[in-house]
């Protein structure tokens, strides 16, 4: 890393989560499910500073609890079911420089609800942002367990139809492009490229992909993916350094 590069983070975490409330500081492996986050960037000598966004002051307290640095409460405009995450980046990378008096070049957002990248996932993407100037951001994907170009159907006027109509000119599995998923383990960004985009990031930008395995590729929604992430981290088959 440049010894000039300097990097934010930001872990949002908002208080109203409907599809499983309070899931970001539910208990998760013997750490709030947030703290996860909050330990991988304390793991990691690249970023410069780390801030949790939220309007929840249980939150904050967590967080604080946990080392994190929760320097403002996000307006309640920017909390709501419908807000995107987009404006959500820019206030806090707004008020993280107002506030600390610096600019930063980097923003990594790290989502409390994939709670299973590691310090080699950021410092790779990392490294392939610096390395292609012409990329805005760099987006953390997996290659999912089927392909939806070979296994993707749809109904239509009663028969199977493909839903990717390239599907229908391979014979052979193997031959299928690979595809991948963006699995929300890591979003990193230019900060000139958050300040100047509309929000639509996939359409007014140019991206490269950071591959995370799969297995390690977990975002939690439910409380079945909750449990089942849970189950995967106890039993071994994905380990995280802060746990031990």
Same mark, same amino acid.
């Given at each position: 890393?440049?010894?000039?590069?300097?990097?934010?983070? #930001?872990?949002? =975490?908002? !208080?109203?989560?409907?599809?499983?409330?309070?899931?970001?500081?539910?208990?998760?492996?013997?750490?709030?499910?947030? %703290?996860?986050?909050?330990?991988?960037?304390?793991?990691?000598?690249?970023?410069?500073?780390?801030? #949790?966004?939220?309007?929840?002051?249980?939150?904050?307290? #967590?967080?604080?609890?946990?080392? =994190?640095?929760?320097?403002? +409460?996000?307006?309640?405009?920017?909390?709501?079911?419908?807000?995107?995450?987009?404006?959500?980046?820019?206030?806090?990378?707004?008020?993280?420089?107002?506030?600390? !008096?610096?600019?930063?070049?980097?923003?990594?957002? +790290?989502?409390?609800?994939?709670?299973?990248?590691?310090? *080699?996932?950021?410092?790779?993407?990392?490294?392939?942002?610096?390395?292609?100037?012409?990329?805005? %951001?760099?987006?953390?994907?997996?290659?999912?367990?089927?392909?939806?170009?070979?296994?993707?159907?749809?109904?239509?006027?009663?028969?199977?139809?493909?839903?990717?109509?390239? !599907?229908?000119?391979?014979?052979?599995?193997?031959?299928?492009?690979?595809?991948?998923?963006?699995? =929300?383990?890591?979003?990193?960004?230019?900060?000139?490229?958050?300040?100047?985009?509309?929000?639509?990031?996939?359409?007014?930008?140019?991206?490269?992909?950071?591959?995370?395995? *799969?297995?390690?590729?977990?975002?939690?929604?439910?409380?079945?993916?909750? *449990?089942?992430?849970?189950?995967?981290?106890?039993?071994?088959?994905?380990?995280?350094?802060?746990?031990?």
């Amino acid at each position: 890393m440049n010894a000039e590069t300097t990097i934010l983070a #930001v872990i949002p =975490a908002r !208080g109203g989560s409907k599809g499983l409330p309070g899931k970001n500081i539910r208990p998760f492996c013997g750490l709030p499910l947030i %703290g996860h986050s909050i330990r991988l960037s304390q793991r990691c000598p690249q970023i410069t500073r780390t801030v #949790v966004s939220t309007d929840s002051p249980e939150i904050m307290g #967590v967080a604080r609890q946990l080392g =994190a640095d929760v320097p403002f +409460l996000r307006p309640a405009a920017l909390a709501q079911d419908n807000t995107p995450m987009w404006p959500v980046l820019q206030h806090a990378l707004q008020a993280a420089e107002d506030l600390g !008096g610096n600019k930063y070049q980097f923003l990594l957002l +790290l989502d409390p609800t994939s709670p299973c990248r590691l310090p *080699e996932d950021i410092a790779g993407a990392l490294n392939k942002l610096q390395g292609h100037p012409e990329a805005d %951001g760099v987006i953390g994907v997996s290659q999912p367990d089927f392909n939806p170009i070979w296994h993707c159907v749809v109904e239509k006027d009663g028969w199977m139809s493909d839903l990717i109509p390239a !599907g229908a000119l391979y014979t052979r599995r193997q031959d299928v492009p690979k595809v991948y998923r963006i699995n =929300a383990s890591l979003y990193f960004w230019r900060t000139k490229f958050i300040r100047a985009s509309s929000g639509n990031w996939r359409a007014d930008g140019r991206h490269l992909l950071y591959e995370v395995p *799969e297995d390690r590729a977990v975002h939690i929604d439910t409380i079945e993916e909750f *449990e089942r992430a849970e189950l995967m981290i106890r039993e071994g088959f994905i380990k995280l350094p802060w746990l031990g």
